[in-house]
């Protein structure tokens, strides 16, 4: 799914913010020691992606009435006994994400002044965390924090996520009678390419060579030039399988492309992402169409047909009628994918009150934690494949989509089941 990630460098903008009224803490509350929980109520702070601001800085994208989905979608489950009796509370702040002092100013809002239990899908989670407010879907990764609170994502981090999809490729024969080289894209793959080698190794792969771009970033002719002097030396060590790590994910093919070069063995994408951007570059179908890759991600298109998210485009329709909510599509510009704001309301959601749920009538920032560790096979609307988490790790995996690009149609196709069934 589409997060802001890519709209981090935009210029400023100042901020509209959305807040709910809250209703008054009753005496006879349950949980006195955890800010934002009592008998009857959650205090929910959801600091949403302000995509006008976006839009006032020349990017024309729209997500569609994010206050609405998430309102209409916290509004049928209170309808529905809310969390264990609880009533979901949600205070909503557009933020812009053009720079970071309005990331901060909604978190010390939603923390210190609406006193809220956990955040849903921040820009910026680790201010939260330092707060111990619990955070769900973060955008940005969290760094460190002192506190019992955690960031839990359906997404895993690359170096949770690459023994994984090494495993499925390995199963499906992609190293076989090969002799691999890995390919670092900067500097900074250097801890990923560690890892993938020694995960190649427990897989008995055969690693014949690694090497990494160390040319300066933005350099290009310098990028392009050590790609040239690493494909030289992988062809005359009978490299007939490259893995690229990370960045290098968009830079091999990028550099292959660029110099025109005749060794174009079959290749590996750790980062489906990157590999992603590669194709967006327009290099030639040549060096793209030889990749295996993979997502932890549903794919688009198999999100939206999902039963999960159809239920909550009916419950935002339903509860706001004039909203436009587009169905998605690939070629669908971003200006008209209206169907974001239905997707992040319903997954997010959805995950937030399944750990709460597991934690019981004592909600703590603690027993939130640890039901969120133990939940396993968990679907989520927009899934189509379930995912867990586990102890001291509070990010999904499971499922491994395939991924390809197909030089007829000029683009990247996902595969609608996953390869770890």
């Known amino acids: 799914m589409m997060r802001i990630r890519d709209l981090a460098g935009a210029g400023a903008v100042v901020a509209a913010l959305v807040c709910t009224t809250l209703p008054a803490q009753p005496a006879s509350a349950a949980s006195s020691e955890t800010p934002g929980v009592t008998a009857t109520t959650i205090r929910v702070g959801i600091p949403y992606v302000d995509v006008a601001a976006v839009k006032a800085v020349g990017v024309d994208i729209s997500w569609g009435s994010v206050p609405d989905a998430f309102n209409a979608v916290i509004a049928n ?31 010390t809002q939603l923390t210190e002044d609406d006193t809220v239990f956990a955040a849903i899908a921040p820009l910026e989670p680790t201010c939260y965390l330092q707060h111990n407010v619990p955070v769900v879907a973060s955008i940005y990764p969290s760094g460190s924090s002192p506190t019992a609170a955690r960031d839990f994502t359906t997404t895993p981090p690359q170096n949770a996520y690459d023994p994984l999809q090494l495993n499925v490729f390995d199963r499906q024969g992609v190293f076989k009678h090969k002799k691999v080289g890995i390919f670092g894209g900067t500097p900074s793959d250097q801890t990923e390419l560690g890892q993938v080698q020694s995960d190649l190794a427990k897989l008995h792969v055969d690693v014949v060579s690694t090497a990494t771009d160390s040319a300066p970033q933005g350099d290009i002719a310098a990028e392009n030039g050590q ?7 992988f062809k005359s060590q009978g490299v007939t399988e490259v893995v690229a790590v990370g960045n290098g994910s968009s830079i091999w093919p990028e550099g292959l492309s660029a110099i025109q070069s005749t060794y174009n063995p079959p290749w590996v994408a750790t980062n489906e992402s990157n590999f992603t951007g590669a194709v967006g570059g327009k ?3 040549s060096y793209l169409s030889n990749v295996t890759t993979s997502s932890p991600l549903t794919p688009p298109a198999a999100i939206w047909s999902n039963a999960g998210t159809q239920q909550c485009v009916h419950t935002i329709k339903k509860a706001y009628p004039s909203d436009e909510i587009r169905a998605y599509g690939p070629t669908v510009p971003e200006s008209e994918a209206t169907w974001m704001s239905v997707e992040l309301a319903c997954t997010d959601m959805a995950l937030f009150a399944d750990i709460a749920k597991a934690a019981g009538k004592d909600l703590t920032v603690s027993s939130f934690v640890h039901a969120g560790y133990g939940l396993t096979n968990l679907m989520l609307p927009g899934n189509n494949a379930p995912i867990s988490f586990g102890p001291g790790r509070p990010y999904a995996l499971g499922p491994v989509y395939m991924v390809h690009y197909d030089p007829s149609q000029q683009e990247v196709v996902y595969a609608t089941t996953s390869a770890t069934k």
Do not use: E, F
Request: charged share 10%; hydrophobic share 40%; with cysteine.
């Open 77 to 107: 489950m209170n309808a529905h006994g809310g969390v264990d009796g609880r009533k979901i509370v949600p205070y909503l702040v557009a933020v812009n994400p053009t720079g970071t002092a309005p990331a901060a100013t909604a978190c």
């Open 227 to 233: 790609v040239t002097v690493i494909a030289q030396r």
């Open 283 to 285: 290099y030639s179908p």
